[in-house]
T-cell receptor, first 114, second 109 residues
Framework: IAGITQAPTSQILAAGRRMTLRCTQD?????MYWYRQDLGLGLRLIHY???????GKGEVPDGYSVSRANTDDFPLTLASAVPSQTSVYFC?????????????FGEGSRLTVL | GQNIDQPTEMTATEGAIVQINCTYQ??????LFWYQQHAGEAPTFLSY??LDGLEEKGRFSSFLSRSKGYSYLLLKELQMKDSASYLC??????????WGAGTKLIIKP
């Protein structure tokens, strides 16, 4: 089934630990995104990539890094997790050829930092 | 600053009609999305409006007025499965998506 796969689905992490959230898509979309979703707030963009080999900072990039070595994979790394990074993280992709710019989302990764 | 406003929560009855409003103040406008998100799941695309007017898609319709910075999502013949959060998002002048906090819709029998 075509789509976006995220892993892990859920994780509890001690503060100070390093964590990588994985995201893989098989739709050959050039653009990929990482969002965080917190109660009472809209989705906030962390980092994005318009094409393989390029990345950019979103609204809330501090404490996070990304890489885009190929079209399919877009991992998000927390170098040293802090409790304020407790959130649900969504990876998404879009096809620039689609004039609407519709986003396709993964199922989310629920991260708890203690 | 950029701002998207939606009601936090709404309640409606099965079989009825509900209108969820979204007002926005953004730097430029290049389209408006509505997404549906069931609890614990990913958002899924409902509609995209870039021109003024009403777009109908089955039981769901979306309306846009660019001059008023206003959109609404209209849900007809409500079903229990429509209980979800509805997210409004605007594409600004830099083609960045600005998201509202979402409206939680509760459907009662």
């Amino acid at each position: 089934i075509a789509g976006i796969t995220q892993a892990p689905t859920s994780q509890i992490l001690a503060a100070g630990r390093r964590m990588t959230l994985r995201c893989t898509q098989d739709m050959r979309h050039n653009a990929m995104y990482w969002y965080r979703q917190d109660l009472g707030l809209g989705l906030r963009l962390i980092h994005y990539s318009n094409t393989a080999g390029t990345t950019g900072k979103g609204e809330v990039p501090d404490g996070y890094s990304v890489s885009r070595a190929n079209t399919d994979d877009f991992p998000l790394t927390l170098a040293s997790a802090v409790p304020s990074q407790t959130s649900v993280y969504f990876c998404a992709s879009s096809d620039p050829r689609d004039s609407s710019g519709e986003l396709f989302f993964g199922e989310g990764s629920r991260l708890t930092v203690l | 600053g950029q701002n998207i406003d939606q009601p936090t929560e709404m309640t409606a009855t099965e079989g009825a009609i509900v209108q969820i409003n979204c007002t926005y103040q953004t730097s430029g406008f290049n389209g408006l999305f509505w997404y549906q998100q069931h609890a614990g799941e990913a958002p899924t695309f409902l509609s995209y409006n870039v021109l003024d007017g009403l777009e109908e898609k089955g039981r769901f319709s979306s309306f846009l007025s660019r001059s008023k910075g206003y959109s609404y999502l209209l849900l007809k013949e409500l079903q229990m499965k429509d209980s979800a959060s509805y997210l409004c998002a605007v594409v600004d002048s830099n083609y960045q998506l600005i998201w509202g906090a979402g409206t939680k819709l509760i459907i009662k029998p």
